[in-house]
Protein backbone atom coordinates (compact mmCIF):
# COMPACT_ATOMS: atom_id res chain seq x y z
CA UNK A 1 0.00 0.00 0.00
CA UNK A 2 1.08 3.40 -0.95
CA UNK A 3 -0.02 7.24 0.14
CA UNK A 4 0.82 9.90 -3.08
CA UNK A 5 0.55 12.94 -1.53
CA UNK A 6 0.65 15.87 -4.24
CA UNK A 7 -0.60 19.66 -4.72
CA UNK A 8 2.17 21.43 -3.14
CA UNK A 9 3.61 24.97 -4.15
CA UNK A 10 4.44 28.93 -3.58
CA UNK A 11 1.98 30.74 -2.97
CA UNK A 12 1.44 34.25 -1.82
CA UNK A 13 -0.36 34.95 1.35
CA UNK A 14 -3.54 35.10 0.98
CA UNK A 15 -3.98 32.26 -1.62
CA UNK A 16 -5.07 28.95 -2.17
CA UNK A 17 -3.83 25.62 -2.53
CA UNK A 18 -5.25 22.13 -2.36
CA UNK A 19 -3.50 19.07 -1.89
CA UNK A 20 -4.73 15.53 -2.68
CA UNK A 21 -3.46 12.45 -1.24
CA UNK A 22 -4.63 8.97 -3.20
CA UNK A 23 -3.94 5.81 -1.69
CA UNK A 24 -3.37 2.39 -3.85
CA UNK A 25 -2.95 -1.13 -3.39
CA UNK A 26 -4.91 -3.89 -1.88
CA UNK A 27 -6.73 -2.08 0.36
CA UNK A 28 -10.03 -3.57 2.29
CA UNK A 29 -11.06 -0.38 4.04
CA UNK A 30 -9.66 3.42 5.48
CA UNK A 31 -10.64 4.18 8.42
CA UNK A 32 -9.68 7.99 9.87
CA UNK A 33 -7.36 10.22 7.13
CA UNK A 34 -5.72 12.87 8.44
CA UNK A 35 -3.07 16.16 6.99
CA UNK A 36 -0.36 16.54 9.25
CA UNK A 37 2.50 18.95 8.28
CA UNK A 38 6.32 19.93 9.87
CA UNK A 39 7.85 23.18 9.97
CA UNK A 40 11.35 23.66 10.10
CA UNK A 41 13.01 23.34 13.48
CA UNK A 42 9.20 22.14 14.97
CA UNK A 43 7.23 18.87 15.50
CA UNK A 44 4.64 17.54 13.51
CA UNK A 45 1.58 18.65 14.01
CA UNK A 46 -2.00 17.47 13.43
CA UNK A 47 -3.93 19.61 10.60
CA UNK A 48 -7.30 18.15 10.14
CA UNK A 49 -8.49 14.86 10.41
CA UNK A 50 -12.08 13.06 8.87
CA UNK A 51 -13.34 10.03 9.98
CA UNK A 52 -14.58 7.25 7.73
CA UNK A 53 -18.29 8.73 8.40
CA UNK A 54 -17.40 12.03 7.68
CA UNK A 55 -16.17 13.59 10.75
CA UNK A 56 -13.85 16.56 11.19
CA UNK A 57 -11.39 17.79 13.21
CA UNK A 58 -9.18 20.85 12.77
CA UNK A 59 -5.82 22.65 14.49
CA UNK A 60 -7.41 25.64 15.48
CA UNK A 61 -5.09 27.45 14.13
CA UNK A 62 -6.41 26.60 10.96
CA UNK A 63 -10.25 26.41 11.18
CA UNK A 64 -12.26 28.51 9.17
CA UNK A 65 -9.64 28.43 6.49
CA UNK A 66 -8.72 24.79 5.50
CA UNK A 67 -11.24 21.63 4.62
CA UNK A 68 -10.12 18.51 4.73
CA UNK A 69 -12.64 15.75 2.49
CA UNK A 70 -12.51 12.36 0.81
CA UNK A 71 -13.63 10.57 -1.56
CA UNK A 72 -14.16 6.91 -0.43
CA UNK A 73 -14.53 5.58 -3.84
CA UNK A 74 -10.98 6.51 -4.99
CA UNK A 75 -9.30 5.88 -1.35
CA UNK A 76 -8.48 9.89 -1.38
CA UNK A 77 -8.04 12.38 1.39
CA UNK A 78 -7.82 16.62 0.27
CA UNK A 79 -6.81 19.43 1.87
CA UNK A 80 -7.98 23.00 0.48
CA UNK A 81 -6.21 25.41 2.14
CA UNK A 82 -7.86 28.97 2.07
CA UNK A 83 -6.44 32.63 2.97
CA UNK A 84 -2.76 30.88 3.36
CA UNK A 85 -0.72 32.33 5.72
CA UNK A 86 3.29 32.56 5.88
CA UNK A 87 2.86 30.26 9.24
CA UNK A 88 1.20 27.59 7.00
CA UNK A 89 4.80 27.26 5.47
CA UNK A 90 5.58 23.71 5.82
CA UNK A 91 5.82 19.90 4.90
CA UNK A 92 2.55 18.41 4.60
CA UNK A 93 2.34 14.64 5.13
CA UNK A 94 -0.79 12.49 4.18
CA UNK A 95 -1.43 9.22 6.90
CA UNK A 96 -4.36 6.77 6.43
CA UNK A 97 -5.36 4.05 9.28
CA UNK A 98 -6.24 1.47 6.67
CA UNK A 99 -6.91 -2.58 6.73
CA UNK A 100 -5.34 -3.91 3.45
CA UNK A 101 -3.72 -7.30 2.05
CA UNK A 102 -0.83 -8.81 0.78
CA UNK A 103 -0.47 -12.32 1.93
CA UNK A 104 -2.45 -11.89 4.60
CA UNK A 105 -4.97 -8.96 6.24
CA UNK A 106 -3.43 -6.32 8.08
CA UNK A 107 -3.61 -2.99 9.63
CA UNK A 108 -1.24 -0.03 9.25
CA UNK A 109 -0.97 3.54 9.46
CA UNK A 110 0.05 4.43 6.85
CA UNK A 111 1.89 7.69 5.69
CA UNK A 112 2.60 10.04 2.14
CA UNK A 113 5.95 11.03 1.06
CA UNK A 114 5.17 14.31 2.16
CA UNK A 115 4.84 17.82 -0.66
CA UNK A 116 6.16 21.41 0.87
CA UNK A 117 3.74 24.40 0.97
CA UNK A 118 5.46 27.53 1.34
CA UNK A 119 3.71 30.69 1.64
CA UNK A 120 5.44 34.10 0.98
CA UNK A 121 4.56 36.99 2.65
Known amino acids: VQLQASGGGLVQSGGSLRLSCAAS????????MNWYRQAPGKQRELVAAISSGGGTNYLDSVKGRFTISRDNAKNTVYLQMNSLKPEDTAVYYC????????????????WGQGTQVTVSS
Open 25 to 32: GTIISIAG
Open 95 to 110: NANLRAYQDSYYFASQ
